[in-house]
């Protein structure tokens, strides 16, 4: 069982930064690949980012490739994403996934874990 909560949300203005983290619970965050994904109102859940366990492997959705960085410390058992340049259209709220496995994966269906989500919000 792995228990996911994430931070770093809030309100910040078009072009500007946040960082989200991400702290896992348990022995075996390592072992899991890492994502993140976000809903905005009236919208379905969509992926954002994702690395595998090592760390030497992420895939990105087109939509934030080169405006965000995901990341991970193992000895700290938290996922982050470092977000820059940000759009109105990047507004909704940002949910950590995690899964046991070796491949990652960019649908909602295939992660096990998931964090209660944060709020990001980016004004115009």
């Known amino acids: 069982q792995v228990q996911l909560v994430e931070s770093g949300g809030g309100l910040v203005q078009a072009g500007g930064s946040l960082r989200l983290s991400c702290a896992a619970s348990g022995r075996t965050f390592s072992s899991y690949v890492m994502g993140w994904f976000r809903q905005a109102p009236g919208k379905e859940r969509e992926f954002v980012a994702a690395m595998l366990r090592s760390g030497s492997n992420t895939y990105y959705a087109d939509s934030v490739k080169g405006r965000f960085t995901i990341s991970r410390d193992n000895a700290k058992n938290t996922v982050y994403l470092q977000m820059n340049s940000l759009r109105p259209e990047d507004t909704a709220v940002y949910y950590c996934?995690?899964?046991?496995?070796?491949?990652?994966?960019?649908?909602?269906?295939?992660?096990?874990?998931w964090g209660q989500g944060i709020q990001v919000t980016v004004s115009s």
């Open positions: 996934a995690a899964r046991a496995s070796i491949a990652v994966f960019t649908t909602v269906d295939k992660y096990d874990y």
